[in-house]
């Protein structure tokens, strides 16, 4: 029954790109001053989800770091709040593909050949934090 649930919400998740979204919240400039930033990010943000349905850590991971710097570009005042949100939306994302990379190198099913993609996010994770 699990599999059946997980293929129907596979189909969902790579059609309705809606859902992989950061979306605006209380911005005092009315979305004007983070909007194109924010485009890009989405950009970025749906193909990070994208590469991870493919299991294609890498791109994925890529992708969330090129998101989370495009963020750390928004320097207007009314727009501060704004950025932390995606950078923090974007950490507990890359929070989740660690968890998984830390599943999957640890335990007896390990697979030895995640072990680099696990460090780098991990290295990744502790960058995002630290710009948070
Ligand atoms: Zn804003």
Do not use: W
Not at 25 to 35: A, Y
Not at 61 to 78: G, P, Q, V
Not at 109 to 126: A, Q, T
């Amino acid at each position: 029954m699990s599999t059946k649930v997980l293929s129907y919400s596979h189909l969902n998740t790579r059609k309705d790109n809606t859902k992989n979204k950061i979306e605006l919240l209380n911005c005092q400039s009315g979305g004007r001053n983070c909007k194109s930033h924010l485009s890009l990010i989405n950009q970025k943000y749906s193909y990070a989800h994208e590469s991870l349905i493919e299991k294609d850590y890498k791109n994925s991971i890529n992708a969330l770091k090129d998101a989370f710097y495009i963020a750390t570009e928004i320097h207007e005042s009314s727009c501060l709040s704004c950025a932390a949100f995606f950078r923090t939306t974007l950490t507990e994302s890359l929070e989740k593909i660690n968890k998984e990379l830390h599943k999957m190198t640890s335990g007896v099913f390990k697979k030895k050949r995640y072990e680099p993609i696990y460090i780098e996010s991990c290295n990744v994770l502790e960058e995002f934090k630290n710009n948070i």
